[in-house]
C-alpha cells in the first residue's frame, strides 16, 4: 500500500518516515477549569488526519496517532498508584470509538482505561459550532462511576474547551477527581 503522506511504498497507512518527520508528538499545554489539558499535535498540523475519525480509514490513522502520542505518553508517565483514564463519548461509528482507540493506547502499569463510562445524553455535534452554541446546548453527559478516585480525561481535539468543561464538572458531581486532560490536537494554536 502507498503511504497517505509521502505516497511511497508502506505496510502501514502512513510509513514510518513520514510518522517521524510529521507525527512525533510535542507537549502543548492550557488550563479548563484549572485543570492542566496537555495535547500532542497543533490541530492544523493534523487536520486532515482527524476528519478521517467517522471514516473506516480513521479507525488505522487514530491507532498510528494514539501509538505515537497516548502511548508514549503513558511509557513515560509514573503515579504513586494506580488511576483510571476515560475517554469522552465512546459512540461507536463507523465500526469503531475514536476516543476508545486513544484511551486503550494508555494502558500501563499506572493507568488503567475505562470504557463507556461518560457518554453524552444530547449527541449534538460541535463541529464548526462557535462557543456560544456549544454553551447553549450543553452535551448533557451521564458517567457510570468506577473505583479509582483519580482520573486522566480524554478526548480527540480540544476547541472552546467547552466538552471538556462539561465533561470535568460532571465527574467532578461524583467526587472523582480530574488529575489531568489529554487531548491529541488544540485548535487554538497556531
Known amino acids: 500500500m502507498k503511504c497517505l503522506l509521502c505516497e511511497s511504498f508502506s505496510l502501514s497507512h502512513i510509513c514510518s518516515s513520514c510518522q517521524t518527520l510529521y507525527l512525533t508528538p510535542q507537549i502543548y499545554k492550557r488550563k479548563i477549569e484549572n485543570i492542566d489539558v496537555i495535547s500532542f499535535y497543533k490541530y492544523s498540523d493534523i487536520k486532515e488526519l482527524l476528519h478521517t475519525k467517522h471514516t473506516d480509514l480513521g479507525y488505522y490513522i487514530f491507532t498510528i496517532l494514539a501509538q505515537n502520542s497516548f502511548k508514549k505518553f503513558a511509557e513515560n508517565f509514573t503515579y504513586p498508584k494506580s ?5 469522552i463519548d465512546e459512540n461507536i461509528r463507523s465500526g469503531y470509538s475514536h476516543t476508545a482507540i486513544l484511551n486503550k493506547a494508555l494502558k500501563s502499569k499506572y493507568i488503567k482505561p475505562e470504557f463507556n463510562r461518560l457518554k453524552a445524553k444530547n449527541d449534538i455535534s460541535y463541529s464548526g459550532k462557535d462557543r456560544a452554541f456549544r454553551f447553549e446546548n450543553s452535551r448533557n453527559f451521564q458517567f457510570k462511576t468506577i473505583e479509582n478516585r ?39 494554536l497556531k
Open 150 to 188: 483519580e482520573i486522566i480525561l480524554i478526548d480527540d481535539i480540544i476547541t472552546t474547551g467547552s466538552t471538556l468543561q462539561q465533561a470535568i464538572q460532571t465527574i467532578n458531581q461524583k467526587n472523582k477527581d480530574i488529575l489531568f486532560c489529554l487531548t491529541l490536537a488544540d485548535a487554538s
Open 83 to 87: 488511576i483510571s483514564s476515560i475517554g
